[in-house]
C-alpha cells in the first residue's frame, strides 16, 4: 500500500522556546470583502477508486493528465461527504487506497485576466493523504485529514483566454504506524482463506476511518499583495479589555494598515496603525461561555485594511475577523475564565452521521448546536481529531467552550513514537494552531487521547510535543487526555490541566454501580496529590443501544419487533 509523499519531511527549527514561535504561511478562513470573492466548488464530482491490486493505476496511467471520464467509468461523488456510504459497493464502503476526485470549474472572466488577481484553491479536509493537480499541474500534496491546505493556482489559471479550469485531487485513506491517527496493514498470506494479495487496514480506534473530501472545496482570491495573517491575543486589565495584534502581508514591501476594531453594533471602539500593536477597549465586554453570563459570547470585529503598491499599481486588501476578549488562567486545582472558575459541563463529539460520514452538513451542525444547549452544555472536546472551521466559528457565536483535540488518537504501539512520528506530529500542531488560535471559544490544545503513555518512549515524546505547542501558543494551556494509571503515566507531568478517561463497571466490575464513587473519588485523590493540577474526567459512561438516538418519538410498525 505505497502511500509516500514525493518529499521527506523538511527538518524543523528548535522545538523549545521561550516566546510564540512564528509559523510558515498563514491559513486565515476564507472571507468575502471588498477585495476577496470565493466560489464554491461543492456539489457533485467525478469519482473513481483504483481497484487495481497495488492501488497505482491511476499514477500509471496519469489520470490527472486529461479528464477522469476518458480513463474509464466513473461514479458522481457528492463533496463534502465520506465516500464509504454513498453507494451500494460494499467493496467502496471498506476501501483502502487511492481515490480520484476531478471537477470542472467555470472561472469569472476577471479572474483569469486580471493579474492583480491572486486565486487559491483551498481544500478543507482530505483525508488522509492528498496530491492535487489543476489542469493536469502538480499544485500540491498534503498529509493528514482534518485541517485544510490551499494552492496559489494564479498562473495556472491566467496564461492565457481559459474560461475554465479541471481539478483532480487523489485521496489515499491508509494508515501507517507513523500517521495521524496511527494504523497498520495487515496482509493475509493463507491463500487457503484469502485471496491472493488480500489485506485488511487495522486501526486503535474505536471509530471507522471515513475517507474523502469532508469540508467544502473552493477557490478565492485576493489581490496580489495581501493580507496572510493575524494573530489576536486578548487580556483584560480592571475593567479595559487588551487586544493584542500582529499581521503577516505578502506580496509588496511598500504597504500600510490601518486597524479598527468594532463592537456588536458597528461602533469603532479601538484603532491603531502597522503590522503589531495593542488596542485598548474600556468598558469592555468579555466574550462568556454559555450559562456563565447574561450575556455570552459577545464578539467584536478587527477590521484589518491593506493599502499597498505593486508593480501594476496601487491596490487594496480588507480582512475582517471576529474577536472575542477573555482570558484563560489554569491554578494547581481550577480552570479559571476570565479570572473566574470554569467548571468544563460538556460531552465529547464526532462528525459522523449516516450516508454522508464524516462530511460537512449544516443542518446537522445546527441539530447539534441546538442539543448542546438543550442539554445545558457549555462545552465539548474535538474527539479525537480537529473538527470543521464552522464549527468553531459557531462555537465562538454560541459561548460553547471547546478542547481541540489533534487526531492523535490510537497511539499505541511503540513505532508511532519514533522520530517520524514525532516529526509529523509536530507539523499537525503547527497546522491546528495556525487554524484556531484566533477563537476565543478555543481555551485549550489537546496533542492525543489515550496513547500509550506509559511506554519508555512516551515521556520524551510528549514533553516535546507539549513544549511544541505551548511555543506556538503561549496564551493556553496544553493537555492530551489518558486512561493510564497516575503513576505509570510518563506523558502527564508535562500537561497543563489532567484529561481523565475512566469507564467504572464497565470495563471492570460490570454492573455494579454502587462501587463507582469510590473508585472516582480514589482516582481523583491519586492524581491530585501526585501533580497538583486540575482535573477534567474527559470520558465516562457504559453501553448503549447501537443506532437507537431518537429525541422525538416515532410511531412503531406492527411489524417492527419489539
Not at 106 to 114: F, H, M, S, V, Y
Request: aromatic share 12%; hydrophobic share 35%; glycine share 8%.
Amino acid at each position: 500500500m505505497a502511500r509516500r509523499p514525493a518529499g521527506c519531511w523538511a527538518a524543523l527549527g528548535a522545538l523549545l522556546c521561550g516566546c510564540a514561535l512564528a509559523l510558515r504561511g498563514g491559513m486565515l478562513y476564507p472571507r468575502e470583502s471588498p477585495s476577496r470573492e470565493r466560489k464554491e466548488l461543492d456539489g457533485l464530482w467525478s469519482f473513481r477508486a483504483d481497484v487495481s491490486a497495488a492501488r497505482r493505476r491511476g499514477f500509471q496511467e496519469r489520470w490527472y493528465q486529461r479528464p477522469l471520464r476518458e480513463s474509464g467509468p466513473t461514479l458522481d461523488m457528492p463533496v463534502p461527504s465520506s465516500f464509504n456510504d454513498v453507494g451500494q459497493d460494499g467493496q467502496l464502503r471498506n476501501f483502502v487506497g487511492w481515490v480520484w476526485y476531478e471537477r470542472e470549474v467555470i472561472l469569472p472572466e476577471r479572474w483569469t485576466q486580471d493579474l492583480r488577481t491572486r486565486v487559491v484553491l483551498r481544500i478543507g479536509s482530505a483525508h488522509y493523504y492528498a496530491i492535487v493537480w489543476v489542469n493536469g499541474v502538480h499544485v500540491a500534496e498534503h498529509e493528514g485529514g482534518h485541517l485544510p491546505f490551499e494552492a496559489d493556482i494564479s498562473k495556472l489559471v491566467q496564461t492565457g483566454p481559459l474560461t475554465s479550469c479541471r481539478v483532480t485531487i487523489a485521496i489515499n485513506n491508509t494508515l501507517t504506524p507513523h500517521t495521524l491517527p496511527p494504523g497498520t496493514i495487515l496482509y493475509k498470506s493463507d491463500t487457503s482463506k484469502y485471496p491472493k494479495g488480500y489485506f485488511v487496514q487495522d486501526i486503535n480506534f474505536d471509530f471507522f476511518n471515513y475517507a474523502g473530501l469532508h469540508r467544502p472545496v473552493l477557490l478565492y482570491t485576493t489581490p496580489t499583495a495581501y493580507i496572510d495573517d493575524i494573530t489576536v491575543t486578548t487580556d483584560v486589565d480592571q475593567d479595559t479589555g487588551l487586544v493584542s495584534y500582529q499581521i503577516v502581508t505578502q506580496g509588496s514591501e511598500h504597504f500600510e494598515l490601518q486597524v479598527r476594531l468594532l463592537d456588536a453594533e458597528g461602533n469603532v471602539v479601538a484603532q491603531g496603525t502597522g503590522g503589531g500593536g495593542q488596542l485598548q477597549v474600556p468598558n469592555a465586554h468579555l466574550w462568556w461561555p454559555y450559562l456563565m453570563h447574561e450575556n455570552p459570547a459577545y464578539l467584536y470585529s478587527l477590521e484589518v485594511r491593506m493599502t499597498a503598491q505593486t508593480v501594476m499599481g496601487p491596490t487594496a486588501d480588507f480582512y475582517t475577523l471576529p474577536v472575542g476578549i477573555r482570558t484563560v488562567t489554569v491554578t494547581e486545582s481550577q480552570f479559571l475564565i476570565n479570572r473566574k472558575p470554569f467548571y468544563f459541563h460538556g460531552v465529547n463529539k464526532h462528525e459522523d452521521s449516516d450516508i454522508r460520514g464524516k462530511g460537512f452538513d449544516w443542518a446537522l451542525l445546527m441539530k447539534d448546536f441546538n442539543l448542546l444547549r438543550w442539554l445545558g452544555a457549555n462545552s465539548f472536546r474535538t474527539s479525537h481529531y480537529p473538527y470543521a472551521e464552522e464549527v468553531m466559528q459557531l462555537c465562538d457565536r454560541y459561548g460553547i467552550v471547546v478542547i481541540d483535540e489533534c487526531p492523535g488518537v490510537g497511539i499505541v504501539l511503540v513505532e508511532s513514537y519514533g522520530n517520524e512520528s514525532l516529526q509529523h506530529h509536530l507539523q499537525v500542531m503547527e497546522e491546528l494552531v495556525r487554524r484556531d488560535k484566533n477563537h476565543p471559544a478555543v481555551v485549550m490544545w489537546s496533542v492525543a487521547n489515550e496513547p500509550s503513555s506509559y511506554l519508555q518512549p512516551a515521556g520524551y515524546y510528549f514533553k516535546t510535543v507539549i513544549a511544541h505547542t505551548k511555543a506556538l501558543d503561549p496564551s493556553r494551556p496544553v493537555t492530551f487526555v489518558t486512561n493510564s494509571n497516575y503513576a505509570a503515566d510518563l506523558g502527564v507531568p508535562y500537561v497543563d490541566v489532567i484529561c481523565v478517561n475512566s469507564y467504572y463497571s464497565w470495563y471492570h466490575d460490570y454492573g455494579h454501580l454502587e462501587v463507582i464513587e469510590l473508585q472516582l473519588q480514589t482516582q481523583f485523590e491519586s492524581w491530585h496529590r501526585a501533580y497538583r493540577k486540575p482535573i477534567i474526567q474527559s470520558e465516562y459512561g457504559a453501553e448503549t443501544i447501537a443506532g437507537l438516538h431518537e429525541y422525538h418519538s416515532k410511531p412503531r410498525s406492527p411489524r417492527s419487533p419489539l
